[in-house]
Every structure is written in C-alpha cells, then in structure tokens.
C-alpha cells in the first residue's frame, strides 16, 4: 500500500487550500482514509476520515464547518478541502490508511504516507 499526500503550501488566514492523498497497492474496500496533522511540538492528531465507500465521513470539533472530506473512487484518491484556515491549522498533514471500522487514534492505522506542509499565515 502506498499513500501520497500532496497539495500543502504557504496560505493567509481565511484563505484555502484542498489536498489530496492518492492511494494504491490493493484494493481498498472496506478501508478508512484518515487524516492527522503534527505541529511543532506536539502530538499528531486526528482531522477527519472518510470510508472507502464515502457513506461515512468524520471530523475533529476544531475542524468541523470548514474542512469537508471527499474521496474519487475511479481515481483512488482522498481529497481534504479546507476553508477558511486559522493559523492553528499550520502542520504537516499526513494521510492514512486502515482496514476496519474505528477512524481514531493514530496508532489503529497500518499505512502512512509522507506528509505535505500546511502553512497558514495570519
């Protein structure tokens, strides 16, 4: 299974960004697609989750009302669209890859990719 995650770069407050984590290696029915973020200093967290068959979708409180998870199955990629970003929203965001039912914690997740720079200027 490989996960690439693309699409981060230098943004203002209030301003947006959509990433992309593109997927392969097997089939991924019955799969969730996370993503977390790490800042400086502190613990990777949980953003949102979509299942592979996109019924589901999940977010944390501090996202919620401004990023919207979606996902292209023809594709086999994951998109995170973020509106209006707050400085707080500076990280490096990975993408992540489990079988099973549970979006959250990290340490469920048996597939990462390399992360992609999500800097947010105030």
């Known amino acids: 299974v490989q996960l690439q995650a693309s699409g981060g770069g230098l943004v203002q407050a209030g301003g947006s960004l959509r990433l992309s984590c593109a997927a392969s290696?097997?089939?991924?029915?019955?799969?969730?697609i996370g993503w977390f973020r790490q800042a400086p200093g502190k613990e990777r967290e949980f953003v949102s989750a979509?299942?592979?068959?996109?019924?589901?979708?999940y977010y944390a409180d501090s996202v919620k009302g401004r990023f919207t998870i979606s996902r292209d199955n023809a594709k086999n990629t994951v998109y995170l669209q973020m509106n209006s970003l707050k400085p707080e929203d500076t990280a490096i965001y990975y993408c992540?890859?489990?079988?099973?039912?549970?979006?959250?914690?990290?340490?469920?997740?048996?597939?990462w990719g390399l992360g992609t720079l999500v800097t947010v200027s105030s």
């Open positions: 290696g097997r089939t991924f029915s019955g799969y969730i």
């Open positions: 979509i299942t592979w068959s996109g019924r589901s979708t």
């Open positions: 992540a890859a489990r079988e099973g039912y549970y979006y959250s914690p990290a340490r469920l997740y048996a597939y």
